[in-house]
């Protein structure tokens, strides 16, 4: 069973609805991730939040925002998507920092499909 | 950016069989992580291995750090292996926790 919970598991809005994915842990991980995949492709990052800050931006459109209200919460707004957003978003998290013991853990993942 | 291939990109296996995967990257990194992620999209964990040697049951990985490749084993294949093995990285000296995905490798194992 993962540790790392995301809803909704499949989400279906149109271009001109605002929904939000959420992503929980308690792992007591202080990093936290939100990756997007489309159809067979690698998994690309799209933000990192350490300590409840962003910590890094791939550059994503402004459709997508990102939110951590506390260690254990993730959000992903969205706004104004296009059709071809429609991918699986993958939340993950791990410990903050470099070298050893910094496993990353994924959840299931939500299924996004705009219409 | 570094750059991470994974090879094959496509097998198939029959069940039993054995097989090698692949990564290759471009850079020196300072964490390695390979996944399996099942047909429903699940990205697992199987080792973290920046380098060295590690098994757990009929899996097993290397990273050959100063060369810049790791391989995973996988050993009397089982139809539940099938689905997509990628390798991730975090290149020294980019981002902390900027974790960047291979190619991918996707397994079919027959029955």
């Known amino acids: 069973d993962t540790e790392v919970t995301q809803t909704p598991k499949h989400l279906v809005m149109g271009m001109t609805n605002k929904k939000s994915l959420k992503c929980e842990q308690h792992m007591g991980h202080r990093a936290m991730y939100w990756y997007k995949q489309k159809a067979k492709k690698p998994p690309e990052l799209m933000f990192v939040?350490?300590?409840?800050?962003?910590?890094i931006n791939e550059s994503v459109p402004s459709r997508f925002s990102p939110e951590c209200p506390n260690s254990s919460l993730l959000n992903l707004h969205l706004h104004a998507l296009q059709p071809e957003d429609s991918a699986l978003y993958l939340c993950?998290?791990?410990?903050?920092?470099?070298?050893?013991?910094?496993?990353?853990?994924f959840g299931e993942g939500s299924w996004l499909t705009v219409v | 950016g570094i750059q991470v291939e994974q090879s094959p990109p496509d097998l198939i296996l029959q069940e039993g069989a054995n097989s090698t995967l692949r990564c290759n990257f471009s850079?020196?990194?300072?964490?390695l992580q390979w996944f399996h992620q099942n047909p429903w999209g699940q990205l697992i964990n199987l080792f973290y291995i920046p380098s060295g040697t590690k098994q757990n049951g009929r899996l097993s990985a290397t990273t050959v750090a100063t060369e810049r490749y790791s391989l995973l084993y996988i050993s009397s294949s089982q139809t539940t292996d099938s689905g997509v093995y990628f390798c991730a990285v975090e290149e020294i000296g980019g981002a902390t926790n900027k974790l960047i995905f291979g190619t991918g490798t996707l397994l079919a194992v027959q029955p």
């Open positions: 850079d020196s990194v300072n964490n």
């Open positions: 939040y350490s300590y409840e800050k962003l910590s």
């Open positions: 993950a998290s791990s410990q903050v920092g470099r070298g050893s013991g910094n496993t990353i853990y």
